[in-house]
Structure formats: C-alpha cells, structure tokens
C-alpha cells in the first residue's frame, strides 16, 4: 500500500463504524467524515473491471460505494480534478497495475480505444507493434451529478472530470471535478479524450507514473497487482479493506467468472484460456521474441516498475523462461 502524503496531519477522528480518520489541513475545514468510497484507476488491460467488480460484491454497499473523480478509469488525474473534489480525502484510490511483459501482450490482443482499428494492429507482429507510436481517442459521455455534498455528507455522486494527454506526472489542467454544490442535476455532456505517444512503453511510463504520484495529492491510495488478485481475490481484497477499516460483507466470497467483454485481463470473450497458467507461469512470454523485447524491454523505466512491485527482465531471463515454459 502507498501511504505517503503531503499533508500534515492535525487530529484523528473515530467515526460511527469504528474506522479513524487522519484529519490534515487539507479536509479540516469540513467534518470528519467516513471513508465511504473508492474508485479502481489503471490502464487498460490491467484488470480494472473484475477488480472493481470484486470490490463492489463483497462489501457491504452502506460501507463502501464506487465514485469517478474522472470517469475514464484509464486517464490520468489532474491536480485540478483533486484540488476542485469535496469527496477525493473520502475515497479509497486503488490503482491496478498489471506486469510490463504481461501488459503489452494484452494490449497487442486488445488495443482498446486505439485510433487504429484491432484488425490493422494485427496486420503487424508483435515486435512492430510495440515499436509504433499509441494514439487513443475515445468519447466519454459524462453524467454530471451535482450534490450539495457538505449538507448531504451520504451523497454519493458521479462528477465530471478530465482525460488525460501525453505529458508526464500529475497534470495541473484538464477536467472539473466536482460539478459544484447545489441541487440534484443530471446533463449529458460528451468529452473527447486524445493521447499520443511514441510507443507503448512511453504510454505505460506515463500512466504508471500519473497514477502512483496520486499517492502525493491524496491520503488514500492502494496499489494492486493483477497477479496478486488473480492468485489470491479474496485475499487480496479483504487486506485491502481491511487496510483503510472497512468490514468485508458477511457470507462467502464473490469471485466472478465472467468473462468481461471491456477487459482483456478477465479472458477472450469467445473461449476460455488458463488465466493462471497465462500470467501465474509467465506464459504470456512465450509471445517475445529477441526483435520485441529489444522494441519494448529497453524503453521502459526501471525505476517505475520498481513502485509498482515489477522487476525487468534481461533477454537471458526472458528467453530461459520462454524455453522453461515451453517443457
């Protein structure tokens, strides 16, 4: 878990459900409140949706409930957005990072919100693949929720926030947050996101890096493996509720099999395949040769990797573990 904060605490305060509250300069002019929130952030193919699906089933809905400080789970988060949220120091942030190797595979099966069509990524192997600059351009239709959150501290609203672009860091631009206090509104209003970088490690460079600095803007901010999930959900969950003081709900665990039609981390939508044996056993590296690995592996940033838990592999690593994997 990712705990440091810049804020410096002034008082603790013990809510109704037994949970504690670090009160910082940044939440003390309103009342203590509950964490009562959280939000899945990651990119895609990282197991965003079965995470968040695997949250929302095995807590109690009065104890935890989603929200979106930007509603493309997969953009990056302004200090704007934060700066302008009544609701971010409320919210558990759980960023879901899937292994480098692991990911760019996946984003070569499924090259979600590309502006080039899955069937022409495909026209190119695996190595020219990863050498290519990555456009995303994708339409979010917002749903804009204005609460008057400060007198309702149980509302629970979607707000509108922004994408993300292909700078790097936590960006100072971009998105609303909240919408602004006031009665109940709902308006629809579309919002094009556009990013371009020069290939996809630089993407995942950026994403990574935006996501774990979140850690610098708020007090909450839990980092999950895909591989720790897919290993052990349960565990994996209940340590993260149990982290921030929220009680799991009561009964048997809820895994869901279902095979998520916007997640390529959950399984092909047409066929089944071993999804520990495919990131578990690391046969995913079975797709990289010496021309991929040299397209990619080099590109991406040790030290990054290194905050999210992954380690890079050398060729000599990666080629024993392919010839290993193949016996």
Known sequence: MVSMTRF???????????????????????????????????????GTTWLHKLVADNVAPDMLQPTYLNQ???????????AASSFAHRTIF?????????????????????????????????????????????TILYKHHHVDDDHDPGSRGKVDGGGGGGGGGLRSGGGS???????????????????????LAALRADKLSNHLNLSLLVPRVHVV?????????????????????????????????TNFVA???AGSTTKQFDRHA????????????????????????????ARAGYGVPSWAETEAAVVAGRR
């Open 278 to 305: 495919w990131y578990i056993k690391q046969h995913f590296l079975r797709a990289f040769d010496r021309a991929a690995y040299d397209a990619y592996v080099p590109l991406l940033d040790v030290a990054i990797e």
């Open 72 to 82: 493309w789970k997969h953009a990056t988060i302004t200090a704007a957005q934060v």
């Open 94 to 138: 759980i960023v879901c990072v899937k292994s480098p190797l692991a990911w760019a595979v996946s984003m070569y099966s499924n090259p979600f919100h590309s502006t080039t069509p899955k069937d022409q990524h495909r026209q190119h192997n695996f190595s020219a693949f990863l050498a290519r600059p990555w456009e995303t351009k994708h």
């Open 225 to 257: 493996r895909y591989e720790d999930v897919l290993a052990s959900p349960a565990a994996t969950v209940e340590a993260i509720l149990t982290a921030h003081g929220i009680p799991p709900a009561r009964g048997t665990f809820v895994v869901s099999t």
């Open 8 to 46: 410096r605490p002034t008082s603790l305060a013990r809510c109704k459900d037994g949970s504690v509250v670090l009160i910082t300069e940044k939440t003390a002019p309103s009342a203590a409140r509950a964490i009562d929130l959280f939000q899945v952030i990651g990119e895609r193919n990282s």
């Open 263 to 265: 997640s390529g981390s």
């Open 177 to 199: 947050g909240d919408g602004g206090a006031g009665e109940a509104s709902e308006t629809d209003s579309p919002e094009e996101i556009h990013e371009w970088y020069q290939s």
